[in-house]
């Protein structure tokens, strides 16, 4: 281990090895110290039951850049999206479906069975988010921007720019910056199977039913990556999440960055200089000092100023913004090992509609319910179910004949009232697995190996505070200028050379990769700032 880095990134998740490659790119010497045995944070693929192996936490992709996959050349250290086609089938309970294609004349056919307005309005909508989010795009994920309501020059600019878009644009801009997705889906939309699928890229992994003001921004928010007609092309990556982690690994490694894992952070190191207190390097847990000229945490900005910087060098105000910040997780997965395909309720056979997402949908009132009783430390005995099996599209990630499926699950409470999930982890998989047989029949007895990662597993086993998938709230008060903290979302924190990277920076979380590349351009910005006496 080299004695002096220019940059020590504490954190080996996407965010964090985005930023240490393209610094390491950059000329300067990085190392990557992280606490777990291997990189990937909750971008990970693991071998969960022998033979079949799954993206544990992060289950698909439909944020994580392009212009970062080419910058750092992501594709020659073997990451390969692989498309869904059909993306979405939503399973109703009256035994019909609607199945979502990137065949526009497929999906009119699919929309006009329960609506021909819904059928026309769709590419309406989808033209009309993507024109809203290629305008909101700079001020939510730039890095040289200053963020949005924190510049006031370039606030009032941008309003005036608003203006000029035409009404249904600035009603839509507005909704779905400060709105509900209900709200927004119901001026669009007259059949509930459309909106509440629609809603669900709004409330996935939020705290949030699709009536709670704030949802609608999350729909805005996934348009930035690649999207179909109306909804973003949540992607499978070959041989699971963790190849993204895996090709940024590889190519930190091709950019000369050093890669420590089995290193935990103990605490950041700090010194003196002439204005304020600075960060001088990092002190691991086995007691070894790294000195570095920078450091940045890629972990959640809570457990950072809680568990490794002394709390008498960062302002009061500054730690109490963090600890007030929501943690709430929602999110649980399902990881199953099954011995053979299971039916699809008004489907015959095995054909394209296993490609992509099976959803159990009812209604937004349904989703609503599910969240009001999360709320109150009820596992939903009928949650949100999404079911994927990415052994249809990449085989190698179960044995010859056999399949893996995943589920993501929403809402459960983060403990059960009166209980833990320990306790009631088996009992709760068997009722879950009764209210989707009717729906995929012969599941229940497909399944060999079985395994429940709740929100309190999430946390326990990733480290993400309350098992957030976002490393916090995604609310109008936490984002923008406010993510973070306020006077805080460019990257930067209270103590000079130390940065902040993670999800739980600007714009937010998911596997996006902007965290990490816009805070490798503030630290470069710190480094000529200094070499110029600033």
């Given amino acids: ?49 022998p033979g ?25 250290h073997g990451l390969r999206v692989l498309e869904r086609d059909p993306s979405v089938t939503a399973l109703l309970p009256d035994g019909r479906y609607l199945t979502f294609s990137s065949d526009p004349a497929k999906m009119r ?55 000029g878009l035409d009404d249904k644009d600035l009603r839509l801009l507005v909704g779905t910056l400060f709105g509900s997705a209900r709200e927004v889906l119901d001026e ?28 609608a921004y999350l729909m805005l928010y996934h348009q930035m990556g690649t999207t179909e007609d109306a909804r973003p092309s949540w992607g499978q990556v070959k041989c699971g999440m963790g190849s993204i982690t895996r090709a940024l690994s590889a190519a930190c490694e091709e950019f000369g960055v050093d890669i420590f894992t089995g290193r935990g952070v103990k605490r950041i190191l700090l010194g003196h200089c002439p204005r304020a207190v600075a960060c001088r390097g990092v002190e691991l847990e086995d007691g070894t000092h790294i000195a570095a000229r920078a450091v940045v945490s890629a972990a959640d900005p809570s457990t950072t100023f809680e ?46 509609h296993f490609r992509g997402t099976l959803q159990i949908l009812p209604d937004m009132d349904h989703l609503d319910r599910a969240h009001a009783e999360a709320r109150a430390g009820i596992p939903p005995a009928q949650p949100h179910v999404e079911c994927s099996v990415p052994s249809i599209l990449d085989p190698d990630l179960a044995p010859p004949g056999k399949h893996i499926m995943s ?66 709230a995604m609310s109008p008060l936490d984002l923008f200028a406010g993510r973070p903290v306020a006077g805080y979302a460019d990257y930067h924190t209270p103590v000079a050379g130390f940065f902040l990277c993670a999800s739980g920076t600007r714009p937010g979380g998911g596997v996006f990769g902007i965290p990490g590349r816009n805070a490798s351009e503030t630290v470069r910005r710190y480094f000529m700032e200094r070499r110029n006496g600033r």
Avoid at 24 to 46: K, M, N
Wanted: with cysteine; charged share 20%.
């Fill in 1 to 49: 281990m080299s004695d002096t880095y220019d940059v020590v990134v504490v954190g080996a998740g996407h965010n964090g090895l985005v930023c240490a490659a393209y610094l390491g790119q950059a000329g300067y010497r990085v190392a990557v110290v992280e606490r777990r045995d291997f990189v990937g944070g909750a971008c990970i693929t693991e071998e969960v039951f």
């Fill in 52 to 76: 079949h192996r799954f993206s544990t936490a992060s289950l698909v992709t439909t944020l994580f850049r392009k212009e970062i996959i080419e910058d750092l050349k992501l594709a020659k």
């Fill in 109 to 163: 056919a699919e929309i006009g069975k329960f609506s021909q307005h819904d059928a026309d309005a769709y590419f309406e909508y989808g033209a009309a988010m993507r024109r809203i989010a290629r305008f909101a795009e700079p001020y939510v994920a730039g890095g040289s921007r200053r963020p949005l309501f924190e510049d006031i020059p370039a606030l009032k600019a941008t309003l005036q720019t608003a203006a």
């Fill in 188 to 215: 669009w939309f007259e059949s509930e199977p459309l909106k509440v699928t629609l809603a669900t890229d709004g409330t996935v992994g939020v705290d949030g039913g699709p009536s709670m003001p704030g949802t």
């Fill in 307 to 352: 568990k490794m910087v002394d709390s008498d060098v960062v302002p009061a105000s500054y730690r109490a913004a963090l600890a007030g910040r929501p943690h709430v997780g929602v999110a649980g997965k399902v990881h199953l090992a099954l011995d053979h395909l299971p039916e699809v309720r008004g489907f015959d056979g095995f054909g394209e």
């Fill in 407 to 472: 589920m993501y699950l929403q809402y459960l409470p983060y403990q059960p009232a009166g209980t833990t999930w320990d306790e009631i982890r088996e009992s709760y998989l068997d009722s879950l697995l009764a209210y989707i047989e009717p729906y995929l029949p012969g599941l229940t007895e497909a399944v060999t190996h079985r395994k429940l990662f709740t929100p309190w597993d999430i946390e326990r086993e990733i480290g993400l505070p309350g098992g957030n998938l976002y490393h916090g």
